[in-house]
């Protein structure tokens, strides 16, 4: 009987325990993810591309909360780093080992949390660049203008993938991203003419926006 006894006081202490271990799990998860949440922030901030140590650091770092913590956000940092590592990589296979690399986390991330905008938004730029522009890649289009139409990254992002894959979408599709753009030079008017530019898309894009001030001002008329 007092063997007995023992055990059952013993059970709120193990319940304790077992509601302790996630807590810790995910408390080591977002100190091995700070410092990449930082890093990342830092480059975009600074405008620039990490050197091949920072670069490093950060995917070791990543891989460490990762083992803690399977949280979608993790795997949404982890893929914008392998679409940094495909940036500065001299090697044509290498470019393209690390974007399907990065598609692989940004599938997770969206397995995950599947409204969450940046991760969709950015799994359509993936497979842009690896020119995939299958059904996947307008879904994820789609459900990205759905769930963060006014995000920065996600007008962004949104603006490369479309105009990449501008010739394998249907006019609903195209207007989703002429939509994007429009929002998107609001706040962006930098970045979305910088990508623009890139692809030689400006008189494509000028003569699908509506009229207004930030039109004017990207297209000069």
């Known amino acids: 009987m ?3 006894t023992r055990k059952l006081a013993l059970l709120p202490a193990l319940a304790l325990i077992a509601l302790c271990i996630p807590v810790t799990q995910w408390g080591l998860g977002d100190i091995n993810a700070y410092p990449v949440r930082y890093s990342i922030s830092k480059w975009q901030s600074e405008n620039r591309l990490p050197t091949h140590q920072e670069l490093n650091k950060a995917q070791v770092a990543i891989e460490a909360a990762l083992s803690w913590d399977s949280n979608p956000e993790y795997y949404d ?35 995950l949390r599947p409204r969450w905008a940046y991760s969709q938004a950015n ?24 769930s963060g139409p006014w995000e920065n990254g996600v007008n962004i992002a949104l603006a490369e ?27 962006n008017m930098e970045h979305i003419k910088i990508i623009i530019n890139r692809y030689n898309k400006r008189s494509l894009v000028c003569a699908n926006l509506q009229r207004d001030i930030y039109q004017r001002k990207l297209c000069g008329f």
């Not at 993936?126 to 759905?146: R, W």
């Open 2 to 4: 007092i063997k007995f």
């Open 77 to 111: 940092y982890q893929g914008r780093l392998f679409h940094y590592e495909a940036l500065i990589s001299d090697s044509p296979l290498l470019q393209t080992t690390a974007l399907h690399n990065a598609l692989a986390s940004y599938q997770h991330s969206t397995a």
């Open 123 to 146: 799994f359509a730029l993936i497979k842009a660049l690896l020119k995939e522009f299958d059904e996947d890649y307008k879904i994820a289009i789609k459900q990205a203008a759905i």
């Open 161 to 187: 993938a479309g105009l990449l894959g501008w010739l394998s979408l249907n006019p609903q599709e195209r207007k989703i991203i002429t939509d994007n753009i429009q929002r998107g030079i609001r706040r």
